[in-house]
């Protein structure tokens, strides 16, 4: 087991310091892509982008707007409830008859923005809800990470004999790992599982 080291000495991160980049499975082709994000509110630049089919996707193509009328008909007082979802853009105004009265209004709603995600299954990206890369089944619990950094660092942590706290400000990334992949007893199987997925 020479594959063992004695003492963890990774560095004191926490996981949100690997969460600028995810490797996952193109939406298009089903091959490696990577969404990168600059974390900041500021979401224009974040996007996917594929390898293999150069598909690319932005983030903010995801947002959509849902225009929201409630109020009273200033004519009969009855309540108006209208909601339009799925508009690309904010609508600014709406010109809707009374249900009741037939009196037509034109009305500025409110706009709640929401996010397109994929519908899909399993480990995701938190971006455009993707499959990682990098997942694999350990006896019925899901391993996954992030992007190939992320891995290296859970490896190594794996790997290593003494898991002393790096630090006492803060929970790293490391100490926040399920407790399946900190067992002692799993640690052979889980490094061989992460080998296999360097090697994907
Ligand atoms: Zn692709
Ligand atoms: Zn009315």
Redesign the pocket.
Known sequence: MDDIILRYSGPATVRRSYMNEFLVH??????L?TVTTSQSYDTSKDKLI??????VEKRNDHTRYKAVVKRNCDNCGQSIDVTIPNNKEKVEELTLPCANCGQVRTYKPRNDAYRLIYNSIGACDPIFHLPLWFQIDIKGDTFWAYNRLHLVEIRSYVTAKLRERQTTTHTTMVECLPNFIKAAKNRMIIIKAIDKLLKK
């Open positions: 193109c939406p298009k082709c089903g091959h892509a594929c390898q293999t089919c150069n598909h």
